[in-house]
């Protein structure tokens, strides 16, 4: 697990990087997206719950470029390591999303940075 540094250090290279320096847009990006977070974990859920690969591998196709954006590269690998699995129709995939779904819940409560 990434320290409390290394975490603000990779946040400001995503606002440098993606949001051009701006982190009034990177912080209402990163609210609307901690919102979404628990909707795209109860759609993995769901796609998990029906055998839906699919399904979840959408999902967290667009949670891995999302992650990325907000400065969480380890979560991001981890985001399409569940997909790569999801894509080759893997059994285990779900159990996968299970790891990724207690971080992203993680982040979701967690509070803004300073």
Known sequence: MASPTDASVAQQQAVDTYFDGD???YEAFRASCLRQFHEDARQ???????GDLLSLRRV?????????TLG???????AAAVEHRAAAGASDACQEWVGLRTALLSLAASPAPP
């Open 60 to 68: 967290v196709h667009s949670l891995k470029t999302v992650l990325l």
């Open 23 to 25: 982190r009034p847009l």
């Open 44 to 50: 993995c859920d769901a796609a998990c719950a029906s």
């Open 72 to 78: 969480h590269p380890v979560l991001a690998a981890h």
